[in-house]
Protein backbone atom coordinates (compact mmCIF):
# COMPACT_ATOMS: atom_id res chain seq x y z
CA UNK A 1 0.00 0.00 0.00
CA UNK A 2 2.92 2.57 0.65
CA UNK A 3 3.23 5.12 2.99
CA UNK A 4 0.10 6.58 3.87
CA UNK A 5 1.89 9.82 5.19
CA UNK A 6 2.96 10.83 1.76
CA UNK A 7 -0.82 11.27 0.89
CA UNK A 8 -2.16 12.55 4.23
CA UNK A 9 -1.09 15.35 5.52
CA UNK A 10 -2.08 16.26 9.24
CA UNK A 11 -4.74 19.10 9.19
CA UNK A 12 -3.59 22.90 10.24
CA UNK A 13 -3.86 24.07 13.34
CA UNK A 14 -6.62 26.65 12.18
CA UNK A 15 -8.33 24.02 10.23
CA UNK A 16 -8.60 21.75 13.89
CA UNK A 17 -9.69 25.28 15.04
CA UNK A 18 -12.58 25.80 12.70
CA UNK A 19 -13.99 22.43 12.49
CA UNK A 20 -14.28 22.51 16.62
CA UNK A 21 -16.35 26.22 15.80
CA UNK A 22 -18.33 24.69 13.52
CA UNK A 23 -19.30 21.85 15.52
CA UNK A 24 -20.16 24.73 17.96
CA UNK A 25 -17.80 24.37 20.40
CA UNK A 26 -14.05 25.37 20.69
CA UNK A 27 -10.52 23.97 21.95
CA UNK A 28 -11.03 25.99 25.45
CA UNK A 29 -14.57 24.88 25.60
CA UNK A 30 -13.33 20.85 25.02
CA UNK A 31 -10.36 21.40 27.66
CA UNK A 32 -12.89 22.45 29.95
CA UNK A 33 -15.23 20.02 29.67
CA UNK A 34 -12.73 17.33 30.38
CA UNK A 35 -11.66 19.20 33.61
CA UNK A 36 -8.70 20.63 32.31
CA UNK A 37 -7.29 24.21 32.06
CA UNK A 38 -8.71 25.61 29.23
CA UNK A 39 -5.31 26.44 27.28
CA UNK A 40 -4.30 23.05 28.19
CA UNK A 41 -5.29 20.97 24.89
CA UNK A 42 -3.38 23.61 22.58
CA UNK A 43 -0.65 21.35 23.80
CA UNK A 44 -1.74 18.61 21.48
CA UNK A 45 -1.71 21.33 18.08
CA UNK A 46 1.45 21.44 18.08
CA UNK A 47 2.99 18.34 19.79
CA UNK A 48 1.88 14.57 20.70
CA UNK A 49 -0.54 13.90 23.55
CA UNK A 50 -2.32 11.17 23.06
CA UNK A 51 -4.93 12.32 25.72
CA UNK A 52 -5.38 15.96 23.93
CA UNK A 53 -5.45 14.35 20.81
CA UNK A 54 -8.46 11.96 21.54
CA UNK A 55 -10.29 14.80 23.09
CA UNK A 56 -10.38 16.89 19.91
CA UNK A 57 -10.94 14.15 17.85
CA UNK A 58 -14.29 12.81 20.12
CA UNK A 59 -15.47 16.06 19.99
CA UNK A 60 -14.63 16.29 15.79
CA UNK A 61 -16.68 12.77 15.85
CA UNK A 62 -13.46 11.13 13.91
CA UNK A 63 -10.48 9.16 14.81
CA UNK A 64 -7.74 11.32 15.65
CA UNK A 65 -5.71 9.39 12.90
CA UNK A 66 -7.82 11.42 10.65
CA UNK A 67 -6.31 14.67 12.06
CA UNK A 68 -2.78 13.51 12.73
CA UNK A 69 -1.82 10.92 10.21
CA UNK A 70 1.90 11.57 10.87
CA UNK A 71 1.11 10.83 14.50
CA UNK A 72 -1.06 7.66 14.26
CA UNK A 73 0.27 5.63 10.87
CA UNK A 74 4.32 3.90 11.45
CA UNK A 75 6.25 5.82 8.22
CA UNK A 76 7.68 2.38 7.32
CA UNK A 77 4.97 0.01 7.10
CA UNK A 78 1.49 2.60 6.71
CA UNK A 79 -0.15 0.52 9.69
CA UNK A 80 -2.37 2.69 12.49
CA UNK A 81 -0.28 2.48 15.66
CA UNK A 82 -2.38 2.46 18.83
CA UNK A 83 -1.77 5.26 20.50
CA UNK A 84 -4.58 5.24 23.42
CA UNK A 85 -2.56 2.94 25.27
CA UNK A 86 -0.11 5.72 25.44
CA UNK A 87 -2.71 7.05 28.01
CA UNK A 88 -1.90 7.40 31.10
CA UNK A 89 -5.22 6.37 33.43
CA UNK A 90 -5.39 8.02 37.06
CA UNK A 91 -5.12 6.15 39.19
Known amino acids: ?7 KQ ?9 ALHKKGT ?4 VSRQAGLSSSTLANALNRPWP ?6 AEALAVH ?17 IDRKKLI ?3 S
Open 1 to 7: MGNVNKT
Open 10 to 18: DWHTADIIA
Open 26 to 29: SLAA
Open 51 to 56: KGEWLI
Open 64 to 80: PAEIWPSRYYDPITGKL
Open 88 to 90: RSR
